[in-house]
T-cell receptor, first 113, second 110 residues
Framework: NAGVMQNPRHLVRRRGQEARLRCSPM?????VYWYRQLPEEGLKFMVY????????ESGMPKERFSAEFPKEGPSILRIQQVVRGDSAAYFC???????????FGSGTRLTVV | SQQGEEDPQALSIQEGENATMNCSYKTSINNLQWYRQNSGRGLVHLIL?????REKHSGRLRVTLDTSKKSSSLLITASRAADTASYFC??????????FGGGTRLMVKP
């Protein structure tokens, strides 16, 4: 069981480009969560998805950010027209039950130059 | 402000000593969880305690929960240098996600 797989581990984008972050949940897990972490801070919730459904996107900025979890393939967090303030570590987590413990991926560190 | 707030923000101890971290939260919860994060890595789930539980043990970890005070503590006994990490509490409320605190950065000196 490979756990939660995120790629890429590091991503550098110029301002205005698009960033696409991928997350494959742990086998058997149907709940996927995306969090953002700034240096020396805690994790901020962005979005919660199940297969083909966005359940809660209350933590995601209304503009430029979108997420999906298609029937086949990984969950994708997409950031369009990136700005320097988007630089952060983005973590994906999955769980088998809604209110149980999460399994986290190693994160994608996005740097916008 | 965040649902869970850890205290202290940073803690430095010698190997072999015990480390205690506290977490306070604001609203009613279904469960509270503790996670560890090593520098540059993802979070690792340590322990979950439900709202109807008062204490839970896992190896060298002991977690307590006081719902009347809306607080929890994580005790690491006989600490090791390898315990150096950031520790986060997270609460599951009636919503759809875990809400994390700002973390306690623990340094264990050999």
């Amino acid at each position: 069981n490979a756990g939660v797989m995120q790629n890429p581990r590091h991503l550098v984008r110029r301002r205005g480009q698009e960033a696409r972050l991928r997350c494959s949940p742990m086998k058997g897990h149907s709940h996927v969560y995306w969090y953002r972490q700034l240096p020396e801070e805690g994790l901020k919730f962005m979005v919660y998805l199940q297969k083909e459904n966005i359940i809660d996107e209350s933590g995601m900025p209304k503009e430029r950010f979108s997420a999906e979890f298609p029937k086949e393939g990984p969950s994708i967090l997409r950031i369009q027209q990136v700005v320097r303030g988007d630089s952060a570590a983005y973590f994906c987590a999955s769980s088998g039950e809604r209110d149980y413990g999460y399994t986290f991926g190693s994160g994608t560190r996005l740097t916008v130059v | 402000s965040q649902q869970g707030e850890e205290d202290p923000q940073a803690l430095s101890i010698q190997e072999g000593e015990n480390a205690t971290m506290n977490c306070s939260y604001k609203t009613s919860i279904n469960n509270l969880q503790w996670y560890r994060q090593n520098s540059g890595r993802g979070l690792v789930h340590l322990i979950l305690i439900r709202s109807n539980e008062r204490e839970k043990h896992s190896g060298r970890l002991r977690v307590t929960l006081d719902t009347s005070k809306k607080s929890s503590s994580l005790l690491i006994t006989a600490s090791r240098a390898a315990d150096t990490a950031s520790y986060f509490c997270a609460t599951w409320q009636a919503g759809n996600m875990l809400t994390f605190g700002g973390g306690t950065r623990l340094m264990v000196k050999p």
